[in-house]
T-cell receptor, first 115, second 115 residues
Framework: DTEVTQTPKHLVMGMTNKKSLKCEQH?????MYWYKQKAKKPPELMFV???????INESVPSRFSPECPNSSLLNLHLHALQPEDSALYLC??????????????FGPGTRLTVT | AQSVTQLDSQVPVFEEAPVELRCNYS??????LFWYVQYPNQGLQLLLK??????LVKGINGFEAEFNKSQTSFHLRKPSVHISDTAEYFC?????????????FGTGTRLLVSP
């Protein structure tokens, strides 16, 4: 099974709301990623977790708060977002992150609209 | 810094015609290069990768790419496209970032296949 699942598929939230995006994989991967993709743009890396520890934060605003409760699950907590944060949020996982190259498997994404 | 350039934002082609999507990279060191495909409302799927060895790389769905070091290119080709190949195609390079491999994507090329 090479599937990464993401919920919800679509999310509409106001600027004062608190919501969470969820990502799950059962491939035994130890690295998980959050990407943000604006319309007609390439994905941009936000966070990398390796062995359940935050390894990379690409200078993401604090209104985005990642969490990795266990090796299979990755959350992205959202609070006080701005309309410009509307985008497709992609989760990915890979066997590992360092020492060699490991294929990243992407989920279908959550399309977020901030009103 | 390592980066990739996709000069064509959109490539229209008729069904069963050949296609080439162009990608040029800039790097002063050895590179890992990739092509990903993104179908509408879906995540990214790896088409093929170049890590080392043979410069002609074959991928899924009949796609292939050739790594050309002298021209710093990694163009994607398919001899005969199908309607179902309509999608966004991203070239990407793997960049070392504090011990971690990070994917940096090009701006993407939309392949439009018409009957």
């Amino acid at each position: 099974d090479t599937e990464v699942t993401q919920t919800p598929k679509h999310l509409v939230m106001g600027m004062t709301n608190k919501k969470s995006l969820k990502c799950e994989q059962h491939m035994g991967h130890r690295a998980m990623y959050w990407y943000k993709q604006k319309a007609k743009k390439p994905p941009e890396l936000m966070f990398v977790y390796s062995y359940e520890k935050l390894s990379i934060n690409e200078s993401v605003p604090s209104r985005f708060s990642p969490e990795c409760p266990n090796s299979s699950l990755l959350n992205l907590h959202l609070h006080a977002l701005q309309p410009e944060d509307s985008a497709l949020y992609l989760c990915a996982s890979s066997q590992d992150t360092s020492g060699s190259w490991y294929e990243q498997y992407f989920g279908p994404g959550t399309r977020l609209t901030v009103t | 810094a390592q980066s990739v350039t996709q000069l064509d934002s959109q490539v229209p082609v008729f069904e069963e015609a050949p296609v080439e999507l162009r990608c040029n990279y800039s790097s002063s060191v050895s590179v890992y290069l990739f092509w990903y495909v993104q179908y509408p409302n879906q995540g990214l799927q790896l088409l093929l990768k170049y890590l080392s060895g043979s410069t002609l790389v074959k991928g899924i769905n009949g796609f292939e790419a050739e790594f050309n070091k002298s021209q710093t290119s990694f163009h994607l080709r398919k001899p005969s496209v199908h309607i179902s190949d309509t999608a966004e195609y991203f070239c990407a390079v793997s960049v070392q970032n504090t011990g971690f491999q990070k994917l940096v994507f090009g701006t993407g090329t939309r392949l439009l296949v018409s009957p």
